[in-house]
Structures are given as structure tokens and as C-alpha cells.
């Protein structure tokens, strides 16, 4: 799993402290300690910075290339801000994070991404928002974003497609759909380009003692459609143990063989199932009812692991 550290975040308030102080030294740990924990790129989200765009974004990729050299990946809607932070790199690959395929964007930004040699993440939402169906988001990807990077060149390893995360409270009916969608866009083209989601919105306005339960989760449900590159959060070791348990094809622990019939009942388009849950256990129940959240079998309610399950 390809892990774009998502921890440099303008809804931080320590991140916003930090660049009001432009307080390097803050940055620097944080992403020296996200590569350490095995990101590797990092998602700069400095947001629009419409007043200090111009010095900002150079000095963030001064800062952060002068202690690692991964990939930055530039999430912003301020185009000149993206390209004044693109003239600084000197080390890996950047990522420009995003374009969608609403007119103004997808006419421009693509074009930004090939100058710089950068990779594009492109949102499959266009002018009227992000549709629910998976087919509907495919087609956007299909009609829209990749044709946009052939008329222009732009090679289509370099095109990654992020077919869209929603949070499970408030968009529940997107989460399933989500599943549908990367496994479609696998085969939809020749060569498909790569996909990439947001993982952790899945869990946005949750409480926090469940968003890492849900996110785990979710991770090993769309790892068994194939996904292969995130942005999430690298100091999550337990979500990072679920990626090595499905990756490795470690069963020796319950919850591991749980998190592995998730997987393998997933990439074989099936649904999960209670008779694969030791339903004496609690720790494999909260699993469960979080799929059944995820799928959309239950109606999601902040509650809903004291909630009795659906078999």
C-alpha cells in the first residue's frame, strides 16, 4: 500500500499555529516522522492561502525537501499557489492534489501537472457534484478526466484517479458505491490509470473514539477491490496492521482471518458474511456491525456499535 501522509492538514490548528509562526522546525518533525512511519509522499493541504500563496508554498517545499525526499503532494484550490511550490522542487515526483472535471479546473490543471512533470490526482465529481452511483463516477472518469489527459498527453501512469470518499454519517449510500467504482475503473481502461482515495473522510464527523475502527475497516474492504495508494494517517499502527495482515496473508490472529475473509469476500464480489464472525467475540462484532454500516445495511447512528446486529 502506497501511503501519502495526510497529517500536514490546515484544519489542524497546531498546522495553523505553525504556519503563522512559519515555524519550520514543526513541519520538519512532521514529516520526517510520517516517513519514518513509513509515508510515502506527503499531502501538503496549506488550503486556498489567497493572501500569502506567493511566499508560503515555496518556503513549505524549502522546508519540508531540506529533511526528506519523498513525494510532495500539493492539496490546494489555488492554482498559482500549487505552481509557485512546483518551481521549488528538486527532489521526488510531485503530486498536484486536485483537479475535478468542472470546465475551469480540467482545463487547467492538467496542463500545470504536465509542465512540472507532476502526478495528478482528478476527483470524479464534476460542476453538479459528486454523483452517488458508482457507474455515474466511473463515467465521469471515462468521459471526462482521462480523455482530458490524452488530448493533452499527459501519460496515464501519472493520472490518479480518486473516485471519492463520504463520510458514513450524513453519506452512507456513497460508501458502498465507492467499492463499485474502483473495482470498475480497474478494467475500464487500457492501461487503467492508478486510484487513490482520502481514506480517513469515511470517518469525518464520527465520534473520535470510532473513526479509527471504521477506517481500519473500510481499508480492508477496499484493498480486496484492489486499491493499492491512499492518503491516510501513517502513525495509525493499527490500520497499518490490517494493511500488513492482508498483504502478507497473516491468520494468526482471529481478528487477522476476520479482516482476511473482508478482504477475500470483497475481491470476490461478495458481501461479508456473519457466519464468518466468532460472534462470541467483541472486538469481532464491532468489526462486523461496521461493515454492515459500511455496506448500508444499517442506518449509521453514532451509537451504533451498542446497536444489536443485523445477521
Known amino acids: 500500500m502506497y ?112 509542465k512540472y512533470n507532476a502526478r495528478l490526482v482528478a476527483l470524479t465529481m464534476g460542476k453538479s457534484g459528486i454523483p452517488v452511483a458508482a457507474d455515474e463516477r466511473v463515467n465521469i472518469a471515462l468521459e471526462k478526466l482521462i480523455p482530458r489527459a490524452m488530448e493533452i498527453d499527459f501519460p496515464i501512469e501519472d493520472l490518479i484517479i480518486d473516485p471519492l470518499v463520504l463520510t458514513v454519517s450524513g453519506c452512507q449510500e456513497f460508501c458502498p458505491e465507492l467499492i463499485g467504482a474502483i473495482r470498475t475503473l480497474q478494467f475500464a481502461w487500457d492501461p487503467p490509470p492508478p486510484i487513490s482515495v482520502g481514506l480517513s473522510n469515511v470517518s469525518n464527523a464520527v465520534p473520535r473514539e470510532n473513526r479509527p475502527l471504521i477506517n481500519r475497516v473500510y481499508c480492508a474492504m477496499l484493498m ?52 464468518d464472525v466468532d460472534t462470541s467475540d467483541a472486538e469481532q462484532m464491532a468489526i462486523w456491525k461496521t461493515v454492515q454500516i459500511l455496506l448500508n445495511k444499517v442506518i449509521y447512528a453514532d451509537a451504533y456499535l451498542e446497536q444489536e446486529a443485523v445477521g
Open 3 to 114: 501511503i501519502i501522509g495526510e497529517n500536514i492538514h490546515i484544519i489542524s490548528p497546531k498546522v495553523k499555529e505553525a504556519l503563522a509562526n512559519k515555524d519550520a522546525k514543526y513541519f520538519q518533525d512532521s514529516a520526517v516522522k510520517q516517513v519514518e512511519a513509513g509515508a510515502q509522499a506527503l499531502d501538503l493541504n496549506l488550503g486556498p492561502r489567497k493572501k500569502d500563496w506567493e511566499e508560503v508554498f515555496p518556503w513549505m517545499v524549502e522546508t519540508v525537501e531540506a529533511v526528506v525526499d519523498v513525494s510532495i503532494s500539493f492539496d490546494s484550490t489555488n492554482i498559482l499557489g500549487i505552481e509557485a511550490g512546483l518551481k521549488k522542487i528538486t527532489k521526488a515526483q510531485p503530486i498536484i492534489n486536485s483537479t475535478s472535471a468542472e470546465e475551469e479546473r480540467l482545463e487547467k490543471v492538467p496542463l500545470l501537472a504536465k
Open 224 to 275: 480486496g477491490t484492489g486499491l493499492k495508494m491512499m492518503i491516510a494517517d501513517p502513525f495509525d499502527e493499527e490500520l497499518k496492521d490490517v494493511i500488513r495482515i492482508i498483504e502478507e496473508r497473516d491468520d494468526s490472529s482471529a481478528t487477522g482471518k476476520l479482516y482476511l475473509k473482508i478482504h477475500d469476500r470483497i475481491e470476490a464480489m461478495e458481501e461479508p458474511l456473519i457466519e
